[in-house]
């Protein structure tokens, strides 16, 4: 010992105070564990390659749309009212919207469902841009109507989609539902505006310092980025005829002030058109792994429609008509089964149906009444707009 220091100056000591310190702290833990178990056993190290197995066949991940439409909204509350631990989970997957979805539902493997509009569908299928997807996209089911909004400035002086020709207008994202449908419907209507493609904030930015005359959304209503628009902000709306060249593919629909109380005045409605919006999946062999976790989807998703339809989930679940048709196309087998077996128990959809959902045949008795009804009630309904336009 030198220095007055009182650690062994030789390796062979030294390693012998280290091993002693290890066996302290080993045996003093083991007194610790010993002490909370009680005695009992220590629990076993979790499988986790048996995990993982658990969670990806229990797990649908459903392509929906950006923060500011419906879309995303309604996938999270599939989510809310659907999970169930590690036995069943729904992640809801920001997406570009209609265009882009039928596109991630049909390539991307890590994509089980995917929310578009019905008239897209037709339009990929008459293109045939991504091949003949007859055979490889089947639908769930109808899910809800969606509106089209056209939000100019207040002190602008259009007053109607004509008005529009030669302007620059934003069409919301590149392969989003609102660009790919705004398309059809100013085709249709004979107007040619300038296409501008960006997300609705930017858009009402620039609709504020007149870069843009217009900005167009197709969203189910209420809509997270029009429902914070303010009339004393600078905003209106502009009405959109339910003109005879959109009246075979679109609906006649109205924004009014429950849906959007800051932008239309009470017992002021605006007249708009609606598209249907579809849940829609890969068209996966039935003895395949992706097939039977679509099938799970079904059976835990539409015994529970009711559920979706109470506060505080979106109020476009009251639309939802899960015996509804989508003509010309096919709907995934064990959702056609589901439905044959328990068609009765369907709740009813809300009077504002859309026309597409009421006309389709319902071969049920008990539920015919219900579609017979909605079709009266909206029939009803275009009779209003038919005297709105005349006076």
Same mark, same amino acid.
């Given at each position: 010992?030198?220095?007055?220091?009182?650690?062994?100056?030789?390796?062979?000591?030294? =390693?012998?105070?280290?091993?002693?310190?290890?066996?302290?702290?080993?045996?003093?833990?083991?007194?610790?564990?010993?002490?909370?178990?009680?005695?009992?056993?220590?629990?076993?190290?979790?499988?986790?390659?048996?995990?993982?197995?658990?969670?990806?066949?229990?797990?649908?991940?459903?392509?929906? &749309?950006?923060?500011?439409?419906?879309?995303?909204?309604?996938?999270?509350?599939?989510?809310?009212?659907?999970?169930?631990? #590690?036995?069943?989970?729904?992640?809801?997957?920001?997406?570009?919207?209609?265009?882009?979805?039928?596109?991630?539902?049909? %390539?991307?493997?890590?994509?089980? =469902?995917?929310?578009?509009?019905? $008239?897209?569908?037709?339009?990929?299928?008459?293109?045939?841009?991504?091949?003949?997807?007859?055979?490889?996209?089947?639908? $769930?089911?109808?899910?809800?109507?969606?509106?089209?909004?056209?939000?100019?400035?207040?002190?602008?002086?259009?007053?109607?989609?004509?008005?529009?020709?030669?302007?620059?207008?934003? %069409?919301?994202?590149?392969?989003?539902?609102?660009?790919?449908?705004?398309?059809?419907?100013?085709?249709? =209507?004979?107007?040619?505006?300038?296409?501008?493609?960006?997300?609705?904030? #930017?858009?009402?930015?620039?609709?504020?310092?007149? @870069?843009?005359?217009?900005?167009?959304?197709? @969203?189910?209503?209420?809509? &997270?980025?029009?429902?914070?628009?303010?009339?004393?902000?600078?905003?209106?709306?502009?009405?959109?005829?339910?003109?005879?060249?959109?009246?075979?593919?679109?609906?006649?629909?109205? =924004? &009014?002030?429950?849906? !959007?109380?800051?932008?239309?005045?009470?017992?002021?409605?605006? #007249?708009?058109?609606?598209?249907?919006?579809?849940?829609?999946?890969?068209?996966?062999?039935?003895?395949?792994?992706? !097939?039977?976790?679509?099938?799970? %989807? +079904?059976?835990?998703?539409?015994?529970?429609?009711?559920?979706?339809?109470?506060?505080?989930?979106?109020?476009?679940?009251?639309?939802?008509?899960?015996?509804?048709?989508?003509?010309?196309?096919?709907? %995934?087998?064990?959702?056609? #089964?589901?439905?044959?077996?328990?068609?009765?128990?369907?709740?009813?959809?809300?009077?504002? +149906?859309?026309? /597409? /959902?009421?006309?389709?045949?319902? @071969?049920?008795?008990?539920?015919? &009444?219900?579609?017979?009804?909605?079709?009266? /009630?909206?029939?009803?309904?275009?009779?209003?707009?038919?005297?709105? /336009?005349?006076?």
């Amino acid at each position: 010992m030198q220095g007055g220091s009182r650690w062994p100056q030789r390796p062979f000591q030294v =390693l012998c105070v280290l091993i002693a310190v290890v066996l302290a702290a080993a045996f003093s833990l083991q007194a610790v564990f010993a002490a909370h178990y009680g005695g009992r056993p220590m629990p076993d190290k979790p499988n986790l390659g048996s995990l993982g197995e658990r969670l990806n066949a229990n797990t649908i991940a459903i392509v929906a &749309g950006n923060p500011n439409a419906t879309y995303l909204t309604i996938a999270y509350d599939m989510s809310d009212v659907l999970d169930d631990g #590690d036995n069943f989970r729904i992640l809801p997957v920001i997406g570009k919207g209609g265009g882009q979805n039928i596109r991630d539902v049909r %390539f991307l493997k890590g994509i089980d =469902l995917g929310i578009t509009q019905s $008239i897209i569908l037709n339009e990929f299928r008459a293109s045939n841009e991504i091949g003949n997807i007859d055979d490889q996209i089947v639908y $769930i089911a109808k899910l809800f109507n969606e509106e089209m909004h056209v939000v100019v400035r207040a002190d602008s002086d259009i007053t109607s989609l004509q008005q529009l020709d030669g302007k620059p207008v934003n %069409f919301s994202d590149v392969g989003s539902g609102s660009q790919l449908s705004s398309r059809d419907i100013f085709r249709r =209507l004979g107007v040619h505006p300038q296409e501008v493609n960006m997300g609705q904030g #930017d858009a009402l930015e620039k609709l504020k310092t007149g @870069a843009l005359a217009a900005t167009v959304l197709i @969203a189910g209503k209420p809509t &997270g980025a029009i429902a914070k628009l303010r009339a004393s902000d600078g905003f209106r709306f502009v009405s959109v005829p339910f003109a005879k060249p959109l009246q075979t593919d679109y609906l006649p629909a109205v =924004l &009014g002030h429950a849906d !959007y109380p800051n932008m239309v005045a009470d017992g002021h409605d605006v #007249d708009t058109i609606a598209v249907s919006a579809v849940l829609i999946a890969y068209n996966w062999p039935k003895d395949s792994d992706r !097939y039977r976790r679509i099938a799970k %989807f +079904v059976d835990v998703f539409f015994p529970k429609l009711a559920a979706f339809q109470k506060p505080p989930h979106h109020p476009k679940w009251h639309e939802t008509n899960l015996a509804a048709t989508l003509p010309g196309w096919t709907r %995934f087998a064990e959702a056609d #089964d589901w439905l044959a077996q328990n068609r009765e128990t369907l709740p009813a959809a809300a009077p504002a +149906v859309a026309r /597409q /959902q009421s006309d389709q045949p319902v @071969a049920n008795k008990g539920a015919s &009444g219900a579609v017979d009804s909605a079709r009266e /009630q909206l029939f009803q309904q275009f009779l209003q707009w038919q005297v709105r /336009q005349s006076q």
